[in-house]
Structure formats: structure tokens, C-alpha cells
């Protein structure tokens, strides 16, 4: 987010303060339970899921993964400045496959978390989605069983809908609110969840003698939203300094309404985890009693 030149503030809003501001936004965030922390990413981080759940978990976060895209393009329309639009195209552009081009990117990097698009080199395999095609392969997924809107939960696509309408919204304080909750909750650990569970869960197939499932998607993100963590709220103050957020009190209302839609997202996936709970290849006795094995 990058500051616009300064627009005339509404009756009454002269006195604003951004220490007590940015205390009441933050408050409002802290205190979400999508970012204090899910059941389903503290489930998760145990390594306990089945194939049927694992199948589940990237199914869905390949069609949010994708339909993000979507949301990010209309943002990118709708950017009230030139240099916002830019901001916008990095990570569109990232997300579809141009490396980061930074002092530190290697020539054969796919992967760098730091720099920019402008002047960098689009490589298929650093497409974002192309990783996941990669984690969902030895679950037995195909190209055709990820991404779609048809194969999200009706969770998961409300949440990518919410994202198009509040995220990608033409209103200046909407946008603004939905991006600064959305890069909170990226920020907020779950990826690092996510990622101790595919640790313990690969720790288990490789006793059994599976290959394991790649973590590159999973481990660049972390890396990544650890990044811009570190920005967030310099970049609200730009905007709020700059007269942007027309309205305090909207403004935590929307973020509130984004990161309820993130919450959805989660909860579909906890409930979901639950119905799968017990789809678990029956033990060789078992199959044995039942009469229906050949030995």
C-alpha cells in the first residue's frame, strides 16, 4: 500500500489520532480467532491427518490459491494510484511465476522471497500453483482435481468471494481494511502449522517407504509473509497520515468482516477433517474377517 496525496477529511475527523488508532485496529485483530489461532491448524501441526484429509487440505488451498488470483487482478484495476497498481502486479506476477530479481537471487532460483518482478524472468515451474501440483502428486491428486471453483468446499469459496468483494473493492478504506487484516493473518503462524504437519507427516511415510510430499509452497510462504510482517503498519500510517481511511470505525468493521471469512475457510476445513476422520485403509485383519481379501 502506498500513500495517495492527502484528500479533505470528513466533518468531525480533524482531531484523529493514529496512535489511537492503530491501537484500535490492532486490537481489533489480535483479538480474531482466525489469527489467535485455529483448531484446525493446531490439529494439523500434529501430523495426525489421513491421506483423505491431506487430500482435503490441499484441495482447498489450491482453489483459494487460485481464485486468489482472480481477487489480486481486480485489485489491481481497481488501485487508486499508479504506484499502487505496481505493488499489485508483484505480487500477481509472483504469484503466476516471475522470480523476485534481487542482488541476492540466484540465476537458477525459483523460489526468492526478496526483490522485484520489474526485469525478473517468468519460469513455469515458479508458478505458485505449479508447487502445489507438486505437494498434491503423491496423494494422488491430478491437475484437474485442484484449483477449479468446482471442486472448493461452499466455505472455501466464500471466502474467495469475500476476498473479490472486500480485498479487491473499489473503495479505498474497504481495500485498504481487508489487505492490512489479510497480511495479519498471514503473518500470524499458521503457515508454520502447516508446515510441522507435513514435517511429522512425512517422518511417517518415509518409514513406510513413500516419497514425501515437497514443502517448497508451504515453506516460501512463511518466509515470505515473516517479510511483510515487518511492514504492515508503516504502511497503514502512510495511509492513514495521508487521509485514507475515511472512516475508523468501517474500517475495523471490514476487517473484522475479511477475517470472518477467513474464519469460514478454516472451520469448513475442520469440519470436513472430522468427516474423514475414520477414512482409514481397514487393517489387513480386519479385511480378513470381513471375507473381503484374497489371502
Not at 497480511?183 to 511417517?204: P, Q
Not at 485514507?244 to 469440519?271: K, N, S
Request: hydrophobic residues 40%; glycine residues 6%; negative net charge.
Amino acid at each position: 500500500m502506498v500513500a495517495t496525496p492527502i484528500r479533505p477529511l470528513k466533518a468531525g475527523t480533524e482531531s484523529r489520532s493514529w496512535p489511537a488508532f492503530c491501537d484500535k485496529a490492532m486490537a481489533a485483530v489480535r483479538a480474531h480467532p482466525v489469527v489467535v489461532g485455529t483448531k484446525y491448524c493446531a490439529w494439523w501441526s500434529t501430523g495426525a491427518a489421513n491421506e483423505k484429509q491431506q487430500q482435503d487440505l490441499v484441495q482447498q488451498f489450491s482453489v483459494f490459491s487460485q481464485l486468489f488470483l482472480v481477487a489480486q487482478l481486480q485489485k489491481i484495476i481497481n488501485a487508486p494510484t499508479l504506484e499502487e497498481m505496481r505493488d499489485g502486479k508483484e505480487i500477481l506476477a509472483n504469484e503466476i511465476g516471475v522470480v523476485f530479481r534481487g542482488k541476492d537471487t540466484r540465476a537458477d532460483s525459483v523460489a526468492a522471497t526478496t526483490g522485484t518482478v520489474d526485469g525478473g524472468v517468468y519460469k513455469h515451474r515458479a508458478a505458485h500453483f505449479e508447487w502445489l501440483l507438486d505437494v498434491a502428486e503423491p496423494l494422488g491428486l491430478e491437475f484437474g482435481d485442484l484449483g477449479k471453483r468446482r471442486v472448493g468446499s461452499a466455505d472455501t469459496v466464500h471466502f474467495c468471494d469475500e476476498l473479490a468483494r472486500l480485498y479487491a473493492n473499489e473503495d479505498d478504506t474497504t481495500s485498504i481494511a481487508a489487505s492490512f487484516a489479510i497480511e495479519n493473518w498471514a503473518a500470524a503462524g499458521f503457515w508454520d502449522e502447516l508446515i510441522a504437519g507435513f514435517k511429522v507427516i512425512n517422518e511417517d511415510r518415509a518409514a513406510r517407504g513413500l516419497r514425501k510430499i515437497p514443502s517448497s509452497f508451504w515453506t516460501f510462504h512463511s518466509a515470505l509473509e515473516q517479510q511483510h510482517a515487518d511492514h504492515t503498519i508503516d504502511e497503514l500510517k502512510e495511509c492513514y497520515d495521508a487521509g485514507r481511511v475515511a472512516d475508523e470505525d468501517a474500517f475495523c468493521d471490514t476487517m473484522v468482516e475479511m477475517l470472518d471469512a477467513v474464519q469460514v475457510f478454516w472451520d469448513g476445513l475442520e469440519a470436513s477433517r472430522r468427516k474423514l476422520e475414520h477414512d482409514r485403509p481397514p487393517a489387513p485383519e480386519q479385511l480378513l474377517h470381513q471375507g473381503a481379501t484374497d489371502f
